[in-house]
């Protein structure tokens, strides 16, 4: 039986590194918040150097964010991989409500509390999340058996996405989530 490659020493330090990096700047934005950090403090809480850093994550948003490509593989994974019979909707309504229901948890209460009371946080965090939408656009018209470049496709993904954004910050995201995608589904009813 093969798996996938056991990554080799070097590959093993990167990603310790880079992991290092990221929970330290993590708990030193939650302590003392993310405008009263440096980069520089990060980089010696990780005993590394700036430019070490700064090969890890380019920007000092991107210390915050560093699991980004794990949600773009998901997003394609509930299209890719939905059950027999589930419409790509229901599988993007499906995946949003699952992370609207992560989101709201204790555990991450203080990451949240983070992004959204730093301007440049909360802006950084809706730019990677609606830069999905190509590579979205493109599993949704893969399932559908419509070109790459389907500009239906890419309008379901554009609004799944951005119906994730309104989900965020609303009272009730299970009902904003709800509203958007029967919407999608079925239309605008005037």
């Not at 890890?56 to 773009?72: C, G, I, N, S, Y």
């Not at 496709?153 to 904003?176: M, N, R, T």
């Amino acid at each position: 039986m093969t798996g996938a490659p056991v990554p080799g020493r070097r590959e093993r330090k990167k990603a310790a590194t880079r992991q290092a990096l990221a929970d330290a700047a993590l708990r030193m934005f939650l302590d003392r918040g993310y405008d009263q950090v440096t980069v520089r403090e990060i980089a010696d809480a990780a005993d590394v150097s700036t430019t070490t850093l700064m090969k890890h994550f380019p920007t000092k948003e991107a210390l915050v964010f560093d699991r980004e490509p794990d949600v773009e593989e998901a997003l394609v994974a509930a299209v890719r991989d939905r059950p027999a019979g589930t419409s790509v909707l229901a599988a993007l309504r499906e995946y949003a409500r699952e992370q609207a229901k992560f989101r709201s948890g204790t555990e991450i209460a203080e990451f949240r509390t983070l992004v959204r009371g730093t301007p440049a946080l909360h802006d950084y965090w809706h730019k990677m999340w609606m830069g999905h939408e190509h590579t979205l656009s493109r599993a949704i018209a893969s399932a559908a058996g419509a070109p790459e470049n389907d500009p239906k496709c890419a309008a379901i993904a554009h609004f799944a996405l951005e119906a994730a954004v309104l989900a965020d910050g609303a009272e009730d995201p299970y009902g904003v989530l709800d509203a958007a995608f029967d919407i999608l589904e079925n239309g605008w009813p005037n």
